[in-house]
């Protein structure tokens, strides 16, 4: 059996977040991928964020997240506003309008990276700014399984930056329209190859309400759907939250493979959905996952 990592490293961004959806509003709740996809992670590891928030950040509100194993020490605290999104979803939850985005005292600013404790630890280069993606990944070089996700205006906006971090990486997270934008197909299958030709060994097709679909380099492909919920509350950070246990999974376990990483994301990820924030999934027990995993069916595509 091979050893797994003791730690999730996680980038990117951490926001107050202001979401619409259903005729519900919710306002500043504290979010962020680097925020959802260490939360996630805490089920199974530890883990520690890296980025920068301002003087407003709620870190009070988020005592069940640190009391779990999520280590706030690495998140630099500058004076001014913390980054705020605003985002309105449609009925299912599945396509947004993001009405504003201020990045506050986060933009443009790579924040420090502490000296890693030893070598066993997974990153995530979770979505946030590509420069900064490449300023963790530099600070990172021994980390065993290093995973990067992104969102679509960043690979309108910063291409070629993406595409140059696709040679440092080992998963590649996307939804269809990122992969459009990328390589100019929606199709699973052919993007999937053209992705895996730029450097990553496995490629992550995220597809909110429909699952999600995987392809590891010289392997058939295998998908599974999401589970099945009586309601959701806020779709916001799901596919954060997907990606953090995903990589936990294969750092923390990596005898186990890709199926069994690709339904323990998928149950982790069902959590984020069904309270407004961190409320449901910080408070996810690995029963309680292992439950919903048993639910799910993972076969190849």
């Given at each position: 059996m091979t050893d797994g990592v003791r730690e999730l490293v996680v980038g990117g961004t951490?926001?107050?977040?202001?979401?619409?959806?259903?005729?519900?509003?919710?306002?500043d709740v504290p979010?962020?991928?680097?925020?959802?996809?260490?939360?996630?992670?805490?089920?199974a590891l530890p883990a520690r964020i890296v980025g920068t928030v301002g003087t407003d950040f709620a870190f009070d509100v988020l005592r069940d997240v640190w009391s779990r194993g999520v280590d706030p020490s690495a998140i630099e605290i500058l004076e001014g506003r913390t980054f705020r999104w605003h985002a309105r979803y449609d009925a299912d939850g599945d396509d947004r309008v993001t009405l504003a985005r201020d990045r506050g005292v986060a933009d443009g600013r790579t924040p420090p990276v502490p000296a890693h404790r030893d070598s066993n630890?997974?990153?995530?280069l979770g979505s946030t700014n590509p420069r900064?993606?490449?300023?963790?990944?530099?600070?990172?070089?021994?980390?065993?399984?290093?995973?990067?996700?992104?969102?679509?205006h960043w690979w309108s906006e910063r291409p070629?930056?993406?595409l140059a971090l696709l040679e440092r990486i080992d998963v590649l997270f996307v939804d269809e329209g990122e992969m459009a934008l990328a390589v100019g197909t929606t199709d699973p299958a052919e993007g999937a190859d053209r992705l895996?030709?730029?450097?990553?060994?496995l490629v992550v097709v995220k597809r909110g309400s429909r699952g999600a679909w995987i392809r590891r380099r010289g392997q058939a492909p295998l998908q599974a759907d999401a589970?099945?919920?009586?309601?959701?509350?806020?779709?916001?950070?799901?596919?954060?939250?997907?990606?953090?246990?995903?990589?936990?999974?294969?750092?923390?376990?990596?005898?186990?493979?890709d199926a069994h990483a690709l339904r323990?994301?998928?149950?982790?990820?069902?959590?984020?959905?069904?309270?407004?924030g961190t409320s449901v999934l910080a408070r996810a027990t690995p029963n309680d996952v292992r439950r919903r995993m048993a639910t799910l069916y993972v076969g190849t595509a």
């Open positions: 951490l926001t107050l977040d202001t979401t619409e959806r259903a005729g519900e509003v919710h306002a979010g962020g991928s680097a925020l959802y996809a260490a939360t996630a992670a805490s089920v630890y997974a990153l995530l900064i993606q490449q300023g963790l990944r530099d600070a990172s070089p021994d980390a065993r399984v290093v995973g990067l996700d992104s969102m679509s070629t930056e993406l895996l030709a730029l450097g990553p060994a589970v099945a919920l009586a309601r959701v509350a806020d779709p916001t950070g799901a596919g954060d939250a997907f990606a953090g246990a995903f990589i936990t999974s294969l750092g923390r376990w990596p005898e186990r493979g323990f994301a998928s149950a982790v990820a069902s959590f984020a959905v069904e309270g407004i």
